[in-house]
């Protein structure tokens, strides 16, 4: 699986953003099984566990931080990713990764697949 993140940039605090991760599988497909998520990892830190979603069923799972403000979606047709995000904060300044794997995991090891990172940073 081929995974490219974009749509990254400088914001102002309680602003949006949204990003896309185009994918590519074998053949062109995406196997239903699969699953996308999105990490990302701030200076100094380890990478985090944003956001996933199976896309088979389209079912979602956020991390508690972005509750309510992050909304993750695939679009089939286009083999593609997105992640929503809104109500920016300063803290959510990090690079953002793309990832995918047959399994839905939290922790970044699990992922075998990655995209090259896009940089949000978000300015008070």
């Known amino acids: 699986v081929q995974l490219q993140a974009c749509g990254g940039g400088l914001v102002q605090a309680r602003g949006s953003l949204k990003l896309s991760c185009p994918a590519s599988?074998?053949?062109?497909?995406?196997?239903?099984?699969?699953?996308l998520a999105w990490f990302r990892q701030a200076p100094g830190k380890e990478r985090e566990f944003v956001a996933a979603?199976?896309?088979?069923?389209?079912?979602?799972y956020y991390t508690d931080s972005v509750k309510g403000r992050f909304t993750i979606s695939r679009d089939k047709a286009e083999n593609t990713v997105y992640l929503q995000m809104n109500s920016l904060k300063p803290e959510d300044t990090a690079v953002y990764y793309c990832?995918?794997?047959?399994?839905?995991?939290?922790?970044?090891?699990?992922?075998?697949?990655w995209g090259q990172g896009t940089l949000v940073t978000v300015s008070s």
């Open positions: 990832a995918a794997d047959s399994a839905y995991d939290t922790y970044y090891r699990a992922y075998k697949y």
């Open positions: 599988g074998r053949a062109g497909r995406i196997f239903s099984s699969y699953v």
């Open positions: 979603t199976r896309w088979g069923s389209g079912v979602k």
